[in-house]
T-cell receptor
């Protein structure tokens, strides 16, 4: 079945550490997105990519980095510059119109 | 700018009650409107959508009508079940913004047996 796979489901980060969240899709979608979700808040866009080897900053890109070397993959790195990284991270893809598909999310906690 | 406003939660109802979750929007063009649902610990699933004025989206007993005159897209269900407990997000998308989604803050729905 086609879909988006995010891993790991739970991730713990020590202070000053970089961590990478994986997002893989087999839907052949061109566009991919990373969102951050905090309790009681909506989704905020971190980065998005509409084509391989190209990506744009979203509303809250500071402290995050991405790459898009393959159509299927859009990993997100949470760097030590992100001062408050504890959140639920969602990856999504889109066929170029209104059809978004979401992964099941990664919960990142700073310990 | 473009924005979505949802009623604050949590909304707590008894099983079989009627549900309304209000959603209003501000948009510079002609948006498509969506309701997404998030069950505990999971990602988001598209519940229903409407792409033009007066369209009614429906799925799993939920309905929402795109009202251009009141810039609203309220979610309704006639008889809720405990399994409907989740967070519901209203969102809009504009084709001239590369279809990026603008989100409401979400409304947590709790259904008691």
């Amino acid at each position: 079945d086609g879909g988006i796979t995010q891993s790991p489901k739970y991730l713990f980060r020590k202070e000053g550490q970089n961590v990478t969240l994986s997002c893989e899709q087999n839907l052949n979608h061109d566009a991919m997105y990373w969102y951050r979700q905090d309790p009681g808040q909506g989704l905020r866009l971190i980065y998005y990519s509409q084509i391989v080897n190209d990506f744009q900053k979203g509303d809250i890109a500071e402290g995050y980095s991405v790459s898009r070397e393959k159509k299927e993959s859009f990993p997100l790195t949470v760097t030590s510059a992100q001062k408050n990284p504890t959140a639920f991270y969602l990856c999504a893809s889109n066929t170029g119109g209104y059809g978004y598909t979401f992964g099941s999310g990664t919960r990142l906690t700073v310990v | 700018g473009n924005s979505v406003t949802q009623m604050e939660g949590p909304v707590t109802l008894s099983e079989e009650a009627f549900l309304t979750i209000n959603c209003t929007y501000t948009a510079t063009g002609y948006p498509s409107l969506f309701w997404y649902v998030q069950y505990p610990g999971e990602g988001l699933q598209l519940l229903l959508k409407a792409t033009k004025a007066d369209d009614k989206g429906s799925n799993k007993g939920f309905e929402a009508t795109y009202r251009k005159e009141t810039t609203s897209f309220h979610l309704e269900k006639g008889s809720v079940q405990v399994s409907d407990s989740a967070v519901y997000f209203c969102a809009l998308s504009l084709w001239d913004s590369n279809y990026q989604l603008i989100w409401g803050a979400g409304t947590k729905l709790i259904i008691k047996p």
